[in-house]
């Protein structure tokens, strides 16, 4: 059962948040553990419970939530304050209500003992196993600030990345948009009545017109059928493109997929690239660390490739080098910058590098793509509202040249 409580520390201090308990005695006992003076106890149900954490259900830790922690998580220890000094000050600074409650979970996991990582892990939706991960070896070693130094860092990066194509594709989506609905209005409401006119005139319009004209007649009279079919398709795609098959035939159409194939490859690799730099950073063994890259690649056959190379390759004695030889999804230039960096002894400076090669290439890549999908949509726009107005032009030259 959980409890939301108000006490007060030694010092006058309020103190608040929510604690899991079997009955409200085991709260007041473990308040006074903590030398607490009780103010407040209420016994919380789930949708009270889901309305004071701010719907993290609904709305979230964002990525950009979770490079402010992480930079002044490391900011703060740099300094030299202590975890729970550093955990207070965040609960106090915060006014976003899904983050204020996490972090109020997290100084109650703490002042009860409990380790700094498990916080993280119980919200999976929101943080990655790359995270929790790094988390857990940054506590184990003692290394807590670099670690999330290099988190902010890896972030900031992952969010730069994610606005940039976002900041592409909106005028492309908004092209698609805006074409979708003016094809649909004529379709459904101006060709069938422009139809119906042309052929009861006796007019007997050309092959293309007739095509067009009973296209947009039959759109036109079982609308009440089709829109709800098309909303209810798109619905089982997305749905589709969330499991696991959906993913592997997403990958592999995009991968076929002149153009966006090589923004899919390089994303897939600077991907890799940041995440494995991090977690052997961080002090991971290159086995767990191989295991957690392959999950967050993703990509489907780059993910069998990392797995293989762990478990066929290292864990069988090969070196990391020889393991990554073996397979075709990464380039040549990769996986010779990563034997060379194995016998140097300094592999995450050269994936870092990567990491940011790969970067600057997919921002030069989606300019390319961009380029290319633009032209391409306005063509296309061009020829279906083109080809309906000529379907209506040729009977209308038709119906004058009688007079």
Aim: charged content about 20%; overall charge positive; glycine content about 8%.
């Amino acid at each position: 059962m959980r409890f939301r409580y108000v006490a007060s520390d030694p010092n006058g201090r309020l103190m608040e948040g929510y604690v899991e308990a079997k009955s409200p005695a085991e709260v007041l006992e473990w308040m006074g553990g903590q030398n607490w003076k009780p103010i407040s106890l209420k016994a919380i149900r789930q949708t009270e419970t889901q309305k004071f954490f701010g719907g993290l259900q609904q709305g979230g830790i964002t990525i950009a939530d979770q490079v402010f922690l992480t930079k002044y998580l490391a900011l703060m220890l740099k300094v030299g304050t202590d975890l729970f000094k550093a955990i207070d000050i965040l609960v106090e600074d915060f006014d976003k209500p899904a983050v204020k409650s996490f972090l109020m979970e997290v100084r109650d996991a703490l002042s009860k003992g409990q380790p700094f990582y498990t916080s993280f892990s119980r919200y999976p939706k929101y943080f990655s196993p790359v995270f929790i991960n790094m988390v857990k070896a940054g506590e184990s070693s003692g290394n807590l600030e670099k670690v999330f130094g290099d988190l902010s860092t890896s972030l900031q990066k992952q969010q730069e990345i994610r606005d940039k194509i976002r900041a592409a594709l909106i005028y492309p989506v908004i092209l698609l948009i805006m074409a979708s609905v003016i094809l649909l209005v004529m379709v459904t409401f101006i060709l069938p009545r422009i139809a119906s006119t042309f052929l009861s005139s006796g007019i007997n319009p050309p092959v293309f017109t007739k095509i067009v004209f009973g296209v947009g007649l039959f759109i036109g009279g079982n609308i009440a059928i089709i829109l709800p079919l098309i909303i209810a398709a798109a619905i089982g795609l997305w749905m589709f493109f969330r499991t696991a098959g959906g993913r592997k035939f997403l990958d592999q159409t995009l991968s076929r997929t002149p153009v966006i194939r090589d923004v899919v490859e390089k994303m897939a690799l600077q991907r890799f690239s940041a995440t494995l730099a991090s977690l052997l950073r961080s002090g991971l063994p290159i086995l767990d660390a191989l295991g957690i890259t392959a999950g967050a690649s993703g990509s489907t056959e780059m993910e069998a490739a990392l797995n293989r190379i762990a478990k066929e390759g290292v864990a069988k004695g090969l070196t990391i080098g020889d393991s990554f030889r073996r397979e075709t999804v990464f380039p040549r230039v990769v996986v010779n910058l990563i034997t060379i960096s194995e016998k140097a002894g300094h592999m995450e400076n050269i994936l870092d590098t990567l990491s940011d090669f790969y970067a600057a290439e997919i921002d030069s890549s989606i300019k390319i793509l961009m380029s290319f999908l633009e032209p391409a949509l306005l063509l296309i726009m061009g020829i279906m509202v083109g080809g309906i107005a000529l379907s209506i032009i040729v009977p209308i030259y038709q119906l004058t040249a009688q007079y």
